[in-house]
């Protein structure tokens, strides 16, 4: 599935804040008391002794045991960061997924770790809604179901929905938002964000498949028009309602012809790859954009934050956002990405919707050859005066008792009402 730059940079801002891990780290722990538990991590208190490398806030560190690697731990540290042959003076905390430390155990950096793999190893998985990368054949996508040890480097073949496949080879892990390990290992705990970076052999979509090393789909044929894989045909409800509103700003021009309201039918749901929330009610924009400005533009920026909009500038995105805090929630940290994820990013819902706007897209018969070219380019850079009409630019989401007021979107880095462009539409 395309995107924009910008709308793969936000996607990244929220599943993964990156941080550079030290490299040839090695610590001893001298303590390590468990002191609790938080988003599937278990918390120690510890205090170490640096043995090579440098430990600095953010650290991380792969566990081992005689060889076999069982969970990830990062460095939680507030302190100046230590060199060889410097011990912690007070306790910090060490965050730890899939695993355990103690006392006298020693820690090293994701680089310095040496599992023991077996030869021939064979691993798998499956993906959600790939997004593009900075090259027409660089994917990510978030991934489940995994089976074995995957490593970083590790060549790979995949076989999307439609029947198409391709090889590839994995560039890069994220696990748990935070962590960025060479190996990844099956039997995290339950709901631990898990993503893989692909760059592939082709521009084969990396959307809503299934993933193994090299030889473990078998020798079915490449080209989808004889894959022998069976796909469900996707159904739905569809209504369209004509709209014909425009918004505008000193840059863009946005008109909305229709609404496509879409309902897609939950007896395929065994088939989704991302949960699809069906109580609710989809629409599809088929709308124009143009650069009315003399310079370049990124639509992504304005799709992205496209929505349903009261005209005081609250936004439909509410109901499907991802970091959406929990009523009554006093976590801090939940707290502020509530707030950015409203006031900063302002469309996150369009990531829990992109299954269903896939189910839409290939309800359209000439959707590869006349449409997704039109979105692709919407993904780009519109030059001044350039003009795209997409019947699928993007997809909104609401309950079914969501009274419609309008249609709006917004630029910036911080939400502004100044920023806010709105059209008011009567159905």
């Not at 208190?45 to 076999?68: C, H, I, M, P, Y």
């Not at 929330?277 to 954009?289: G, P, Q």
């Not at 449409?371 to 909104?396: D, F, G, N, R």
């Amino acid at each position: 599935m395309a995107t924009s730059k910008t709308y793969l940079s936000l996607l990244f801002f929220c599943l993964s804040f990156t941080f550079l891990f030290a490299q040839n780290t090695k610590i001893q722990l001298t303590k390590a008391v468990k002191a609790g538990q938080q988003n599937g991590f278990d918390i120690y208190k510890v205090q170490f002794k640096v043995l090579s490398g440098e430990a600095k806030n953010r650290s991380e560190f792969t566990l081992l045991d005689n060889g076999v690697v069982k969970g990830y731990a990062q460095l939680e540290s507030y302190s100046e960061p230590l060199t060889p042959g410097q011990a912690t003076k007070f306790e910090e905390m060490i965050y730890v997924l899939g695993g355990s430390i103690a006392a006298g155990q020693t820690l090293v950096s994701h680089d310095l770790a040496q599992p023991t793999l077996a030869a021939n190893r064979p691993f798998g998985f499956t993906t959600s809604t790939a997004f593009l990368g900075n090259s027409s054949t660089e994917f990510m996508s978030s991934i489940s179901e995994v089976k074995g040890t995957i490593k970083v480097g590790d060549a790979i073949e995949y076989q999307n929905a439609k029947g198409e496949r391709s090889k590839a080879k994995i560039t890069r892990i994220d696990v748990g938002q935070t962590l960025h390990p060479i190996y990844l290992i099956e039997g995290l705990p339950k709901d631990t964000y898990v993503s893989v970076t692909i760059e592939s052999e082709s521009k084969v979509d990396f959307s809503n498949a299934k993933v193994t090393s090299v030889g473990g789909l078998g020798g079915a044929s490449t080209n989808p028009a004889s894959a022998n894989t069976k796909t469900a045909k996707v159904t739905g409800k569809t209504q369209k309602i004509p709209v014909n509103v425009t918004l505008k700003n000193d840059e863009v021009k946005i008109t909305v012809h229709n609404l496509i309201k879409f309902n897609p039918d939950p007896a395929a749901s065994q088939y989704d790859v991302i949960k699809v929330d069906y109580s609710l009610d989809y629409y599809i924009v088929d709308a124009t954009f143009e650069n009315i400005s003399n310079h370049a533009i990124d639509a992504g920026e304005y799709l992205l934050r496209f929505n349903f909009f009261s005209a005081d500038g609250k936004s439909a995105d509410e109901f499907l956002r991802l970091f959406k805090k929990e009523k009554g929630a006093n976590d801090e940290a939940k707290q502020q990405a509530d707030l950015v994820d409203k006031m900063v990013l302002g469309g996150t819902s369009k990531i829990k919707s992109a299954g269903v706007l896939v189910k839409y897209q290939e309800m359209i018969p000439d959707y590869e050859q006349n449409h997704k070219p039109i979105v692709e380019k919407l993904s780009k850079m519109m030059a001044p005066q350039q003009q795209l009409h997409s019947i699928v630019a993007t997809i909104l989401a609401v309950p079914p008792t969501y009274k419609i007021e309008g249609v709006g979107t917004w630029k910036g880095t911080f939400f502004s009402q100044k920023n806010f462009i709105f059209a008011p539409v009567s159905k």
